[in-house]
Each structure stands twice: as structure tokens, then as C-alpha cells.
């Protein structure tokens, strides 16, 4: 069974950009649909970005359509979360996902907090 773990998370001033990674242990990867949720204190968990199996088609959450961009290497077994021109109100424990059929998997998480 796959596991992921992320990292990249960490401190940055509004406007500024960070890239997550999730990488995941197994061999079944590239099968999974892969997804990057993220959720804020007091807030319920959203999906922010979304991405196939093969990496054809991707999905965003409308506050963040042009600013981030999910992408994936099957090859490493890694999918990523490019964060440009980011707000305060991106702060938020990012939380990646995979998907295969009944299968869901989680991620540990990683904090990214936008501040000046």
C-alpha cells in the first residue's frame, strides 16, 4: 500500500512562493489519482488541487486558480504543489491524497504559513 509524506511547507511573506512534495513509498503510485487538501484553524478540510492518475487532467479550488499548480513524476513517485503569489489566507496544513477506487490515503502534513 502506498504512504505519502510531505514536506516543503514552512514561512513565507505574502506574495512569495513555496512548492510542496509528496512523496510516496510502494509501487501502485501511478495508478493513484492524487490530490493536495488543505485546512486552517477552524476551518473544514478543502480540496485545493487535484490531479489524474497520469497526470492529464488537473482541478483547482477557484481561490487558487492561477497562483498554484499540481504536478506529478511518476518516475519518483512524487507530486507537487506549486505556490505562487500567496496570501494569508493560504496559511493552512496541506494534506496530500491519493486515490484508487475504495483506497484513500493521507498524508502527515505540512504547515504553510503566510506572513509578514
Known amino acids: 500500500q502506498v504512504q505519502l509524506v510531505e514536506s516543503g511547507g514552512g514561512l513565507v511573506q505574502p506574495g512569495g512562493s513555496l512548492r510542496l512534495s509528496c512523496a510516496a513509498s510502494?509501487?501502485?503510485?501511478?495508478?493513484?489519482?492524487m490530490g493536495w487538501y488543505r485546512q486552517a484553524p477552524g476551518k473544514e478540510r478543502e480540496l485545493v488541487a487535484h490531479?489524474?492518475?497520469?497526470?492529464?487532467?488537473?482541478n483547482y479550488v477557484d481561490s487558487v486558480k492561477g497562483r498554484f499548480t499540481i504536478s506529478r513524476d511518476n518516475a519518483k513517485n512524487t507530486v507537487y504543489l506549486q505556490m505562487n503569489s500567496l496570501k494569508p489566507e493560504d496559511t493552512a496544513v496541506y494534506y496530500c491524497?491519493?486515490?484508487?477506487?475504495?483506497?484513500?490515503?493521507w498524508g502527515q502534513g505540512t504547515l504553510v504559513t503566510v506572513s509578514s
Open positions: 491524497n491519493g486515490n484508487l477506487g475504495s483506497l484513500n490515503i
Open positions: 510502494g509501487t501502485f503510485f501511478r495508478f493513484y489519482a
Open positions: 490531479i489524474t492518475s497520469d497526470g492529464s487532467r488537473t
